[in-house]
Every structure is written in C-alpha cells, then in structure tokens.
C-alpha cells in the first residue's frame, strides 16, 4: 500500500440491489469508513430500499449469482460475527452514518414514509440532492 | 508495557474487529493503549490502515502461528 493519505475523506454509496451479497458489501464499506473517522452517506434506492421497507427488510435473500441459498449465507455469516442486515444499518446509523430514502423509488412504488421502517433513515430525497452530496470533491462515491 | 484494555475480536470477520477496535478506543482517555487480538486473515493490513487513517498509532503488531493464525496489536490513542 502506498504511504501517502489520498485526499478523499467521505464516502457516497448508492445502495441500488435488493439482495444480501449487494448490501453486506455496501454496510461493511459504510461501517468501515465511520470507523476511520469519515463522514458516510449512503442513498438507498430501487431494490436496495427494501432494507428500509417495513416488513421487507427481515426476508432479504442472495443474489442467484452468489450460488448459496439464505439460510447458508446466514450460517457463514453468523460463523464470522456478522450481525443481520438489519442490525448492520443500525450500527451503522449509531457510528454516525447518513441514511437517504430515494423519493423517486417511493414514488414508482406507491410508497409513503409510513412504509418505512421505524427509525431507519434520515431523511427521503431525490437525485438532485444526491449528485449534490457526490459532488464534493472529498467525497468516493460508489454504485453498489 | 501493559494495555490499559484488551479486545477479544477472535473469530470475527471484516469489518468487526476495525468496528470494535474504533469503538474501544473511543472509550480510552487521550494515550490509552489498546490490546487486539483478531484472526480475520486481512488484520494486519487493516489495522495499518486504520491507525493511518484515524492518527491512532500502532504500536505492535505481531502474529501468533496456529489455526487460525492470531494476531494481536497494541494500539496507542493519539488523540
């Protein structure tokens, strides 16, 4: 690894999958980054918002893509310490990171904020303040 | 020199041990050390750069032949 601290000092994740292997990887990145001390937003949208979905977030499921079903996924993670998605963005909103709902995502299906689950997320917004919070030139901003 | 905490993040995998890690030396007074012992194959790297990133300063780092492998660091806080 090289020596010298890149000047990037926050992270922007756009959640957009529904399934586990999608959104481990985007809470563990979040987690990890409010651990070193970086401010972390993360814009949940499509099928990434059934995390914060009232009733949805409990059943989310593999992609076929990662070859193992649910409940062997739950085993290796549970094996490794790995809380549930649930209990994941909640510590990740303890350590301080920015949850956003995607408006337009609530729009196309139908939803209000009381489809949201309780206490899950900061706020609903849309693409424009979304490209407003990667536009900072601190900011990493990654598509999960 | 004897830690003021240690952490037991054996068995646990990425990010755990760093989240813990973060979390107990939030709790140390300014100059704690901080005892870790991890076996996530990827600690050593990761606890580089998170002393890197956060200005912590690591002290030790050093590993302990087995299966798994332990490793165990000193962490000192720094501010």
Not at chain 1, 1 to 13: A, D, I, P, R, T
Not at chain 1, 82 to 87: A, E, I, K
Not at chain 1, 100 to 123: I, Q, R, Y
Not at chain 2, 44 to 60: F, I, Q, V
Request: proline share 7%; aromatic share 4%; glycine share 8%.
């Amino acid at each position: 690894m090289s020596e010298q601290l890149h000047g990037k000092k926050k992270l922007v994740l756009v959640a957009s999958k529904g399934t586990a292997d999608a959104l481990y990887p985007a809470l563990i990145l979040a987690t990890t980054a409010s651990a070193q001390g970086m401010p972390v937003h993360i814009y949940f949208t499509f099928g990434g918002m059934k995390l914060l979905t009232r009733g949805s977030a409990g059943g989310i499921k593999p992609s076929a893509d990662l070859g193992l079903s649910q409940e062997q996924l739950a085993g290796l993670l549970q094996k490794g310490g790995m809380p549930s998605l649930p209990d994941m963005l909640k510590a990740a909103r303890e350590s301080g990171v920015k949850i956003h709902a995607c408006s337009p995502t609530m729009n196309l299906f139908g939803m209000t904020e009381k489809d949201l689950a309780d206490g899950v997320c900061d706020d609903v917004i849309g693409a424009a303040t979304f490209l407003q919070l990667a536009s900072d030139p601190e900011a990493l901003a990654l598509f999960i | 020199m004897a830690p003021d905490k240690i952490l037991d993040a054996k068995g646990l995998m990425c990010p755990m041990p760093i989240m813990k890690t973060s979390q107990a030396v939030r709790e140390l007074p300014v100059d704690g050390v901080l005892e870790i012992l991890a076996t996530d194959p990827a600690s050593k790297p990761d606890m580089e750069a998170w002393c890197k990133m956060t200005g912590n300063e690591l002290l030790s780092a050093s590993e302990e032949p087995g299966t798994p492998k332990v490793y165990r660091f000193t962490v000192r806080k720094k501010k």
